[in-house]
């Protein structure tokens, strides 16, 4: 009876953990003939395992014995309690507030993965004077918070299994390349400004825009056919009386803005941080 409320609750558990039969052999060092075995009821984990199985997916081993449910409640309904009731400048705030709480929830003690002297009240203070910059980097973890009049930009950068070589690789170079030449141009940043603003509507022409930016049809043109190729823009053929009349639309492209809100802090923001733990910045290896 135990074994089978034991497979079922461990093939409950890893699908709701959203991970395959082989992620969880290869955390637990067991083989996916193991892992397969223990969810169709053919064996069970042994104790020591069933204690390294609650903690993987972080239940109690009563949980997993059947013998109690898991109250936990799921992810999405933690993060709603948190901004329920909440107006918009409240939630803004409090979604700061919940970014600089992270980290350390996630990594618990700080000097585990940093040298000892730094403790994490040193890395993560518990309060900050202003709301706020931040800019915080570990062996494994970087962190870049900016809410000013200007900017509300928080980015989060964790290691990767490819210690960035396809930052190396020609052919990734080359299309990266592409955005980074795209925002190079005084006229682009003029264009995406008005495109992005609440006065554009979201289809246009590029007389449309031309008119709006000062700059002439062709050097518009010529930009957003660039954007429909490296951003969220796209056009299309509208077949009319007069003749025929490209429409481009776009409703906003969120990772051109962050990349141009990361280059005007790191260009024309504040020099100096709320805090700042500038550790080492060599994010690579590690799952």
Known sequence: ?????????????????????????????VSNKTVSKW?????TPDLPMLVELAKYYCVTTDTLLGLSEDKKQSTKEEIRSL????????????????VKALVP??????????????DEENVFPSEISH??????????FFEFVASSENVNVAVMMLRNKANFAWMNDVNNQKEIVKIFKFLSSEDALSVLYFVHSTNCSESFTADYIADKTGLNKER??????????????????????????????CYGDGIVLSLISLAFE??????????????????????
């Open 1 to 29: 009876m135990y074994e089978c409320k034991i497979a079922e609750k461990l093939a409950e558990l890893r699908t709701s953990k959203g991970v395959t039969q082989e992620d969880v052999a290869q955390s637990l060092s």
């Open 39 to 43: 969810e169709n009821g053919a064996s």
């Open 83 to 98: 901004f329920a009731g909440l107006d918009r400048r409240e939630s803004v705030l409090k979604a700061f507030e919940t």
């Open 105 to 118: 929830a996630m990594y618990g003690t700080v000097s585990k993965y940093y040298d000892d002297v730094y």
């Open 131 to 140: 709301f706020y910059r931040s800019n915080i980097s570990i062996h494994e």
């Open 220 to 249: 518009v043109t010529e930009i957003l056919d660039e954007f429909c190729s490296v951003g969220e823009c796209h056009c299309v053929t509208a077949y009319l009386a007069e003749g025929e009349v490209r429409v481009y639309e």
């Open 266 to 287: 790191r260009m024309c923001g504040r020099q100096s941080y709320e805090h700042n733990f500038n550790g080492r910045c060599k994010m690579i290896g590690g799952k």
